[in-house]
DNA sequence: AATACAGCCTGGACGC
DNA sequence: TGCGTCCAGGCTGTAT
C-alpha cells in the first residue's frame, strides 16, 4: 500500500484539484464492508450533504473533516487510491466507494483487493490516538526515538512497521531506512546505540522526505501508480535496497539479500548491515 | 511480550 | 493463451 509519502502526495493532488469546500450531492457503496462497521445506506445517509472542510493526514491515513462534526478516515491498505473524476465517467470494475461532489467532480475509491477501509466517525481520535509519533514531525527527536527503543526487545523492522510505535513507515521505506542507516532488520530493538539511533533518525526522516518530494513511489509501469490523477511518483529510481535481490548493493557492490521477516520481504546488504551476534 | 499464522482479496509473473 | 504457485506498498484476530 502506499505508506506516507504516498499518501501525503495524495492529499496534495486532492488539495489541488479543489476538493476542500466540496459539498458531497451523492454517495455510491460498490463494495458493502469498504465502509464497515457502518452499514452502506447509513453511511449514505450520513455523508449526504456534508461539506468537506478540511484534509489532513496522520499517519497512513487521510483525515477528511466534514461538516457537522463528522470526519472519513481512509486506509488505503495494499492497493487503494483515490481518483479524481468527473461525475459523468464510467464506474470501473475495482471502484469501491463513489462520491460525486456539488462541483461536478468524483471522488472515487479505486481498490482492486479490497482491502482498504473508509470509516465515518465521530470520534477519529480513538483510532489515531493509538498511533505512534509523525516521523517528520520537528517534534520528532533522536533522543524520543533511542528511549523508545530501549523499552523493546523485538527486532528493528518488525518494530518499525508498527504503527504504534512510528506512524507511517511501511514496507519499502523501513528497509531504506535501515540500509542508509546500516542496521541489519533483525537487530534487537534495545540493543541499539546512542548513535546508532541518531543515524537511523536521520535515515527514516531522509528516505521519507526525499520520497515525498518526489511524489511517492509509483511501483510496476503504470499499474502501479497510486495516485489520483495520471501522474506517476519518481521515487522509485531512489531505492536503494527494497525489491533488489541479488542485485549489487549501490555502496560496495555486495548482492543485496531478500529474507522473510515478521510474514514481510526484507532487502538488505549482507556486508553493510553485518548481522547482529544472534542471528542465524 | 513477542511471534507465527490465517484471513481479508485480486491479479500479475513465472514455471510447466 | 491452459493450470498451478508464489508474490504484492497493510493490518487484525487468534493461538502459542
Known amino acids: 500500500m502506499p505508506e506516507l509519502p504516498e499518501v501525503e502526495t495524495t492529499r496534495r493532488d ?38 468537506i472542510e478540511a484534509l489532513r493526514r496522520r499517519g497512513k ?14 486506509h488505503l491498505r495494499m492497493s487503494g487510491r483515490l481518483q479524481w473524476q468527473s461525475a459523468g465517467e464510467a464506474v470501473h470494475d475495482h471502484h469501491r466507494l463513489i462520491l460525486d461532489l456539488s462541483g461536478g467532480a468524483s471522488l472515487r475509491f479505486h481498490d482492486t483487493r479490497k482491502f482498504g477501509r473508509v470509516l465515518l466517525t465521530a470520534d477519529p481520535d480513538a483510532v489515531l490516538n493509538r498511533l505512534g509519533p509523525e516521523p517528520l514531525a520537528p517534534t520528532w527527536s533522536a533522543e524520543s526515538l533511542y528511549l523508545r527503543l530501549g523499552r523493546h526487545r523485538r527486532r528493528l ?9 512510528l506512524a507511517g513507515l511501511g514496507n519499502i521505506y523501513a528497509d531504506e531506512a535501515l540500509f542508509r542507516a546500516q542496521l541489519h532488520p533483525a537487530c534487537r530493538a534495545d540493543g541499539i546505540t546512542a548513535a546508532e539511533a541518531e543515524s537511523l533518525h536521520g535515515s527514516i526522516r531522509a528516505v521519507l522526505f526525499e520520497a515525498l518530494e518526489n511524489r511517492g513511489t509509483s511501483l510496476g509501469s503504470g499499474d502501479g501508480n497510486y495516485r489520483s490523477n495520471q501522474e506517476m511518483g519518481e521515487n522509485s529510481k531512489n531505492l536503494q535496497a527494497y525489491d533488489r535481490a541479488k ?12 529474507i522473510m521477516l515478521a510474514q514481510r520481504s526484507t532487502f538488505f546488504c549482507p556486508e553493510c548491515q553485518p548481522a547482529p551476534a544472534f542471528f542465524p
Not at 523492522?157 to 504504534?164: I, R, S, V, Y
Open 247 to 258: 542485485a549489487p548493493c549501490p555502496r560496495c557492490g555486495t548482492p543485496i539479500e531478500r
Open 61 to 74: 491515513y487521510l483525515v477528511v473533516e466534514l461538516s457537522g462534526g463528522q470526519t472519513l478516515l481512509i
Open 14 to 51: 486532492l488539495v489541488q484539484k479543489g476538493l476542500i469546500g466540496e459539498t458531497v450531492a451523492a454517495a455510491q457503496v460498490l463494495w458493502p464492508r469498504t465502509v464497515t462497521p457502518l452499514a452502506p445506506e447509513e453511511f449514505i445517509a450520513r455523508i449526504t450533504g456534508r461539506r
Open 157 to 165: 523492522k518488525p518494530l518499525l512497521l508498527d504503527q504504534g510505535f
